[in-house]
Every structure is written in C-alpha cells, then in structure tokens.
C-alpha cells in the first residue's frame, strides 16, 4: 500500500515504540494524529524529541483512552489505527491494579468502538505484550501458548487481547494484534531493564539490579516498528490474528549485564538489589519468540543483532544522560 496521505491514528504516540513509530510513518508519507495522555504540561512525550520536520506532519491530540468521546473524535477520518496507549509499568500495576485495567481494558475498547463507528477504518493494529504469556512452558513460544495473568498488567493486557479477538469476530472489526517481545532502542526510560543496565554502567562503579536468572527475547525499535507498518499493508487474512514479534534468542540478564560491560570495554560488578525484586510468584523466567508466523504472514524478520542494537542504544543513551537518574529505581 501507499502511505502517502493516509490519515493513521497513533494512540500513545508520545511513548518509546509509538515515538518511533510516528516518525517512521512520517518518513513513508502518512498523515499522522498522534493520540497523547493530556497533563497540564501540555508535554507530548517523546514526541518532543523528534526533528522539527517530522512534528510538522503529526496533528496531536491530546486526550485520555478511557474517555470513549475522546477516542471517537480522534478516528474520525483515519484509515489505519495504532493502537499503542497503555499503562505499561508492571510494578505499578500492583499499586493500582484498577487505573491500569481501565487504561488498557477499557482504552482499548474504546479504540475498537471508534473503529466500528468510523468506515474509513480498514486495519487496526493493537499491541499486545510477551508478558501475557507469563514464564514459558514450552520454548520457543508461539502464538498458540497459553496465556498466564502473572501481574496485573499482564492479566490487563490478556483482556485487551480477548476484546480484540471478539471485536475482529463478533462485529468485523479488521483488527490484528502484534505481539512484541521485549523492545529496546533510543528514548527508552529506565523502567525497562537495558537502559537501567547501560546507564548505570556509564556513570556508577557498580551495577544494581533485581533477578538476574530471567531470560528475555529483546527486538530493537526499528524491527518492532517495521512489524507493525508490515501488519498495516498486509492482506485481510491477518485480521483477527495474534502475531509475534521477537528475534527468537534468548538472554539471560546476567550474560546481558557481560555483553554490555564488553561493549563498553570494562567489568563493573552486579549487586544485586531486593528493593527490585519482582513480587513472589509473579516474575516472568523465560520469553523466548518463535516469529515463524511473522515471518510468513507479514514477510518480517529482525534486522539488528543484540550487539547492533546495543551499540546503537548506548551511542544514543551517552548523549543523553541527563534525562536519567541512575541511583532511583523506575517503578
């Protein structure tokens, strides 16, 4: 399909992948609405660090998910939906449990309601999460897993997912959903655990973090992005699907803290912190992607190594350092 002059949807266009997602539509020729959690600031998130041309071409909207007027007047007019916007911090899903499942619940049934009502709407792309998967019980994980609410983000997201499905099936809603596995690059905060390693082993002696037996799956942004652009042009035969997005290796956060050290040409020790610990029973062990369905329905496949991504990551993290806080925790 042609980008240019379609009118596309982002909701948290201000956060890491939907910043980044913005501007690579930009760049193909969409006329982007960018969908940003109103504050009194008037901020527009990471929005704010893309070059001048690029935010020329994003009408921003500044609103909240849960408000369905809100939404509605959003979509009016616009062919494909992004539907990023969640409340995505897990520890903070323990502490309100209730504006998280009314964010990422209700939101997203909000944004299928405005696509229902809106004919111009032909694809919906909704972000799902690995979390929803909760520690593996067979690896590598394909879409047919089962689904373990290990958090309450986690059980947040698994609602949202079924909305979809139901929305796609019930009322057909051309929705599909992108699973991502862990994603990292540039503007990412210190909730996510590659740039909580990398700036504390730029600017500490010592490196403090939680478990370090867990496995992950990390995707750099631009290969995230590029899957959801590949789940906007593809045929009508994705639409109520579930689609992973993850290079299918794994890393431990130990062996992850080692790989970072080597880039960076030192040895800074870990200590571990309790205070990052994740409640009992609720850590996820093991996310590792089987992609083989994006690979054959959206014709994706990653295109950064773990050790590309980093380095681009750090490159970008050294020049910015002022924006974190090494010695806090991001709940």
């Known amino acids: 399909m042609s980008w240019t002059g379609t009118r596309v949807l982002v909701t948290g266009a201000g956060g890491f992948i939907g910043s980044h997602l913005v501007e690579r539509l930009v760049h193909e020729g969409a006329d982007v609405v960018g969908f940003v959690r109103y504050t009194s600031r008037g901020g527009a998130g990471l929005l704010e660090d893309l070059a001048e041309p690029v935010r020329r071409h994003v009408e921003l909207v500044w609103g909240d998910l849960r408000d369905a007027e809100a939404v509605q007047q959003a979509a009016r007019g616009c062919r494909i939906i992004m539907h990023l916007g969640a409340l995505i911090a897990i520890p903070y899903s323990y502490v309100h449990p209730r504006e998280v499942v009314e964010t990422n619940v209700l939101g997203t049934l909000n944004v299928l309601s405005a696509a229902r009502a809106h004919s111009t709407v032909a694809r919906v792309v909704h972000t799902s999460t690995s979390e929803v998967y909760g520690t593996a019980l067979y690896a590598p994980i ?16 698994i609602g949202a997912d079924k909305l979809v499905e139901s929305f796609a099936r019930s009322f057909d809603v051309p929705a599909v959903t992108i699973r991502p596995f862990n994603t990292y690059g540039p503007r990412q905060s210190t909730r996510a655990i590659i740039p909580t390693v990398i700036v504390q082993a730029l600017t500490r002696p010592e490196i403090h973090l939680g478990d370090l037996r867990p496995t992950r799956d990390l995707t750099y942004v631009a ?33 992850l803290v080692t790989m970072i050290n080597t880039i960076l040409g030192q040895d800074k020790p870990v200590v571990q912190d309790t205070d990052r610990l994740r ?6 062990y093991r996310l590792i992607a089987d992609h083989s369905k994006a690979t054959a329905t959206l014709a994706w496949q990653p295109q950064h190594t773990l050790q590309q991504g980093l380095e681009l990551t750090i490159e970008w993290l050294r020049t910015h350092l002022d924006r974190y806080d090494p010695t806090r925790y991001q709940r």
Do not use: C, W
Request: glycine share 10%; proline share 9%; no cysteine.
């Open 142 to 157: 394909n879409e047919k897993h089962p689904l373990q609410g290990q958090s309450p983000y986690s059980a947040s997201k």
């Open 223 to 255: 290969d995230t992005v590029d899957g959801f652009v590949r789940a906007a042009e593809a045929p009508p035969e994705v639409v109520g699907e579930t689609i992973n997005l993850g290079t299918g290796i794994e890393i431990s956060m130990l062996d």
């Open 279 to 284: 409640p009992a029973r609720s850590e996820v």
